[in-house]
């Protein structure tokens, strides 16, 4: 897989049939799990086995790079037992599903901070990204312990030390130090479970991102309604500010 030489650049303008990069803001593991009379964990539980299908469905498609988003900065104030149970889930997925993905060539790479996680979990990222570095699949980034906004403002920091003059400071340098900087810019955000708000998400990256926005839960996202999502974005055309002789 050839990436991008500016990753922070949109393709160019016009119907695209094959997004290069999705993102999925994976909601309604909760919901999903109420609806059944069962604890919230059992849902974020079924939606971590929701994943390797997801990633076969776009691979088949011709995506090379998937962005999940499985744990926001902000998720660290819902109450605590969800939260170890999460952290719990994420490092029994690391052990469990990182070898199958390494079988498959995708490339795991962690999106966010490593600050507030467990130095046993800490180690399973990073010994994660170390055993499929050099694959040459689907990258699949895993936002985990991730914000928006703090990866913009550690990327002002990491700028300012070092030191690099503001003059030289252009899209294509800031979209180089954020923690996405080894993919493109996503094409198509899907979110699941209804709701209509970006999460903090991807902020700087969603500029010219095309959205599809579905009630359906994350655990029960099927391949058909990603198939859909797909050809309703293949069908919409891309400007990015600019005006063809068809608008």
Not at 59 to 68: F, I, K, Y
Request: overall charge neutral.
């Amino acid at each position: 897989m050839q990436l991008s030489t500016d990753p922070s650049q949109p393709a160019a303008p016009g119907a695209t049939k094959a997004p290069r990069h999705v993102a999925i803001i994976m909601d309604g593991n909760g919901r999903w799990a109420k609806k059944r009379g069962l604890p919230r964990l059992a849902g974020h539980r079924e939606g971590v086995g929701r994943i390797q299908k997801v990633l076969e469905t776009l691979d088949a498609r011709g995506v090379q790079h998937v962005t999940l988003f499985a744990f926001s900065t902000e998720n660290w104030n819902r109450p605590p037992g969800e939260v170890q149970g999460i952290m719990d889930l994420l490092s029994l997925a690391l052990k469990q599903q990182t070898c199958q993905l390494h079988e498959k060539n995708v490339r795991v790479i962690h999106l966010g901070s490593v600050d507030q996680l467990s130095p046993a979990l800490r180690q399973g990222v990073a010994e994660a990204q170390k055993l499929t570095c050099d694959n040459t699949g689907v990258t699949l980034n895993v936002a985990f312990n991730y914000g928006g906004r703090d990866e913009i403002l550690e990327a002002v920091r990491r700028i300012i030390r070092d030191q690099i003059p503001p003059e030289a400071v252009d899209q294509r340098l800031f979209s180089s130090y954020l923690y996405s900087a080894h993919s493109p810019d996503p094409d198509l955000i899907i979110r699941t479970g209804g709701e209509l708000r970006i999460s903090n998400f991807l902020l700087w990256q969603s500029a010219y991102s095309e959205y599809y926005h579905t009630p359906t839960l994350w655990p029960d996202l099927e391949a058909a309604e990603l198939e859909q999502a797909l050809e309703t974005f293949a069908s919409r055309q891309r400007r990015f500010g600019n005006v063809t002789s068809e608008a």
